[in-house]
C-alpha cells in the first residue's frame, strides 16, 4: 500500500553565505568564505556555491580555500544578520504553510494537511514557498523544498536537487530514488558508522535498502537500525525524544584575544552565557569542562564534577580552579570553550548528604545565589546583556560576539551585547 506525503522540509542553500551576498551586491556571483574571525588560521563556516564548485567547503583552512580558489572574498560572520533573516524566512513558509518545528538555523519541517498531499497540491506549496521567499526576504537567498512520506524522507528530497530545488520522494518510487546517495548523505551516517556499514558488506545505499531488519539491527548494535529499516520503506514512526545531555560555548580567539590575559574574559563570558542557558531550561549541571586549544596547535581539557547547580558564581569559582591549573600558562590560545554535563531537572533533583568540593556553598548561602541569578537573568533578558554582568568579563564585550549551533538559535533582544 502507498504512503501518503506527510511532510514537507525546507532547506536554505549555503545559508550564510548567501545572506553575505544579500547584504553585499559585489558578492554575488563570487566565491565567498564565511569565516568566524578574521585570521589565516581560521575555517571557514560557510563557503557559497560559488567556492564549493573549487572544493572550499565548511572546515576549510582560510589559507587554504585561497589556494584551493584564487579571488575568494573571506568576509567575517554576521550572527546577528543570519537570525534577522532566519526569522524572516519562516515567516515567509508560515505564510505557506505551518511550520511544524525550526530545526536549525537553516531548517525547519511542516506537516502537510489531509486534503494538501496530492503530489501536485504538494508542489505547488513548494513553489509558492520559493516565491514568498525571494519576494518577502530576498531573490539572493535560496531554499530547496522537499516533500515525502515521512520527514527523514523530505529531508533527504530537500537534499537531492541543491540548490534551489524542489524534489518529492513518493512512495512508490522507494528505494530506488534514493540510491544515487552516497551512505554519507543520509542523516545519521556519519565517518564511524559507514566504517560499520563497510565492515558489514555495505558500501552504497542500493545495498542499505536491499538489507534486511536484522542485519541493520546489529549495525547500529539496537533499534536505531530498526528506525532506519522502516524510515527507508516510507514509514512514519515517533521522534524519539532524547534528552538534553550537555549545554557549552567555545569561541575561536582573533590575534588580539590570543593571549591568556585576553581569553579569560572571554572563556568568563561563555561560561556565563551556558548558565543563562541552563537556568533557562531548568536544569542543573554537575560536571564543568574546561577546553583549550594552543596557538601551537596542541589541545587541552580538563574537568570538575561537583554536586548539581546552576549558580553562575559556583561555577566561576570552579572554572577559575581549571583555568589556574592549566598547562603553558603563558602560551597563546587560538580556541577556548566550556560544557557543562551532568545535567538534571532541577525538579527532580536531590541534594547530596556530601559536598563534594569546596567551591558549592553551603546551604544558607545556596538561596542568595539562586535569587541573585534570577535577578540578573531578568534584568538582561528585559534591558539587554549589557546592562549587567560580572567583572570578569569587562574586557571580553567586544571580543566574544554572538555564535550561532545548530541546535540553538539565540534571541535578539537576550544575546545581543
Keep these: 500500500m502507498d504512503q501518503p506525503l506527510t511532510a514537507l522540509f525546507v532547506d536554505c542553500d549555503s545559508y550564510f553565505a548567501s545572506v553575505e551576498q544579500h547584504l553585499d551586491p559585489n558578492l554575488r556571483g563570487r566565491p565567498v568564505g564565511v569565516a568566524p574571525v578574521m585570521a589565516e588560521s581560521s575555517c571557514c563556516i560557510a563557503a557559497s556555491y560559488e567556492a564549493k564548485a573549487f572544493g572550499v567547503k565548511t572546515g576549510t583552512r582560510i589559507s587554504d580555500a585561497r589556494i584551493l580558489c584564487p ?7 554576521k550572527p546577528a544578520e543570519y537570525i534577522r533573516h532566519h526569522h524572516r524566512i519562516v515567516e515567509a513558509v508560515e505564510d505557506c504553510i505551518h511550520v511544524e518545528a525550526v530545526l536549525s538555523i537553516d531548517e525547519m519541517w511542516a506537516w502537510l494537511p489531509l486534503n494538501l498531499r496530492e503530489p501536485s497540491a504538494v508542489e505547488a506549496i513548494g513553489r509558492k514557498i520559493k516565491e514568498t521567499v525571494a519576494r518577502e526576504v530576498s531573490p539572493v537567498i535560496k531554499v530547496s523544498v522537499g516533500a515525502g512520506p515521512n520527514k527523514f524522507l523530505a529531508k533527504m528530497a530537500s537534499k537531492m536537487r541543491k540548490p534551489d530545488g524542489l524534489f518529492i520522494i513518493e512512495s512508490h518510487e522507494l528505494p530506488a530514488v534514493l540510491h544515487e546517495l552516497k551512505l554519507r548523505d543520509l542523516t545519521g551516517i556519519a565517518r564511524s558508522m559507514e566504517t560499520r556499514l563497510h ?9 542499505l535498502c ?3 531488519k536484522p542485519v541493520l539491527h ?3 548494535g539496537g533499534v536505531m537500525g530498526d528506525r532506519l529499516w522502516h524510515l527507508l520503506r516510507g514509514d512514519e514512526i515517533p521522534d524519539i525524544v532524547s534528552a538534553r545531555k550537555s549545554i557549552g560555548h567555545s569561541h575561536v580567539l582573533p590575534p588580539e584575544s590570543r593571549h591568556p590575559d585576553r581569553a579569560w574574559p572571554i ?3 561563555l561560561l556565563h552565557k551556558a548558565c543563562e542557558r541552563l537556568r533557562s531550561h531548568g536544569l542543573l549541571a554537575g560536571t564543568l569542562t574546561l577546553q583549550l586549544a594552543f596557538l601551537r596547535g596542541v589541545s587541552w581539557a580538563a574537568e570538575v564534577r561537583s554536586d548539581e547547580t546552576d549558580s553562575t558564581l559556583t561555577l566561576m569559582r570552579v572554572l ?9 600558562p603563558r602560551c597563546q ?11 538534571c531537572e532541577h525538579h527532580n533533583y536531590t541534594p547530596s548528604l556530601f559536598q563534594t568540593i569546596a567551591e558549592i556553598p553551603a546551604a544558607e548561602d545556596q538561596g542568595k545565589h539562586q535569587r541573585l541569578d534570577a535577578t540578573l537573568d531578568k534584568l538582561r533578558a528585559r534591558y539587554g546583556r549589557s546592562v549587567v554582568y560580572y ?3 569587562q574586557e571580553s564585550r567586544d571580543n566574544a560576539p554572538m555564535r550561532i549551533s545548530f541546535t540553538h538559535i539565540p534571541d535578539l533582544n537576550v544575546e545581543s551585547d
Excluded at 199 to 207: D, F, K, Q, S
Excluded at 320 to 328: A, G, Q, T, V
Excluded at 333 to 343: F, K, P, S
Design 71 to 77: 579571488g575568494i572574498a573571506i568576509v567575517e560572520s
Design 199 to 207: 565492515a558489514a558488506g555495505i558500501h552504497t545505499v542500493e545495498r
Design 333 to 343: 590560545l587560538l580556541q577556548v570553550g566550556v560544557m557543562l554535563t551532568r545535567l
Design 218 to 220: 546489529g549495525v547500529w
Design 267 to 269: 572563556l568568563c563570558k
Design 391 to 393: 567583572g570578569s568579563v
Design 320 to 328: 577559575d580552579r581549571l583555568w589556574r591549573d592549566r598547562p603553558k
Design 210 to 212: 536491499a538489507a534486511s
